[in-house]
């Protein structure tokens, strides 16, 4: 859904006794608007060793799924100020995102500050790498070695997730 700025201008001309009104509207996009109300949900597949398993959140935790199983795999994608975006949960946590405050994946309630914000890298054909923010600024979320986590800078393709968009 667009957002439209209208922005009005009115004016009146006295010609040869005549009043003549004028109103001009100009319409312009807000680019900024536009971004900020646009909804990804996506799920995420980690890649490497873990090919196939998926980002979950399924049952109010944080976990590798086999396979997309349902919403539990899905997240939206909220674009953030800065360049930073949210993860938020769909289905039975809807409300909730993913977190790396503490130094620990959780999901928490709402997006309470840094600790629920996260730098999505592109690493082109749809994969991407999430860099945490705040506290834990170099972190990245990592399946590494079949589990999650929080791995101390990108080591290659155990914090690499390739992007399934709905």
């Not at 009005?8 to 971004?35: D, M, P, R, V």
């Not at 049952?59 to 939206?76: A, D, H, S, T």
Request: hydrophobic share 35%; aromatic share 10%.
């Amino acid at each position: 859904m667009k957002k439209i700025l209208l922005n009005a201008i009115g004016y009146s001309l006295l010609t040869s006794g005549l009043l003549i009104s004028c109103i001009s509207i100009q319409t312009t996009t807000n680019k900024h608007l536009e971004n900020d109300t646009k909804i990804t949900k996506c799920a995420f597949e980690a890649l490497g060793g873990e090919k196939g398993n998926y980002l979950s959140h399924a049952n109010n935790r944080v976990w590798l799924q086999n396979g997309i199983q349902g919403e539990g795999e899905y997240f939206i994608i909220e674009n953030r100020p800065n360049g930073r975006v949210a993860l938020a949960a769909t289905g039975g946590e809807k409300g909730k995102y993913l977190s790396h405050a503490f130094k620990k994946l959780w999901l928490q309630n709402g997006v309470q500050g840094e600790g629920e914000e996260w730098v999505m890298i592109s690493k082109g054909s749809n994969k991407v790498a999430f860099e945490c923010l705040g506290g834990e600024t170099g972190l990245f979320l990592s399946h590494a070695l079949n589990k999650m986590w929080l791995q101390n800078g990108y080591q290659g393709e155990g914090e690499l997730w390739r992007k399934v968009c709905k």
